[in-house]
């Protein structure tokens, strides 16, 4: 499972890398990916919108398993 999220963190990691930021993989249990969102993401009042907007539904697309992914 690890695999596979780090992959779609991956093909997101370069847009939020574009705007300064970045997302680290902390854990999943359950269905919900825990992550941290670095860098200019970290202090972004947008960071929520991108967090789900963003990487959950990509998440979700791609994992059928994951059902949520939250920040820590």
Known sequence: M???IE???DEI???LQADG???E???YKDGIVL???QGA???CPMSMMTLKQGIEARMKERIPEVVS???I
């Open 25 to 27: 993989f902390i854990d």
């Open 2 to 4: 690890k695999d596979q």
């Open 21 to 23: 930021g970045d997302v």
């Open 69 to 71: 992914v939250e920040q």
């Open 7 to 9: 992959a779609v963190l």
């Open 13 to 15: 990691r370069p847009a």
């Open 35 to 37: 992550v941290r969102m």
């Open 41 to 43: 993401c970290g202090n």
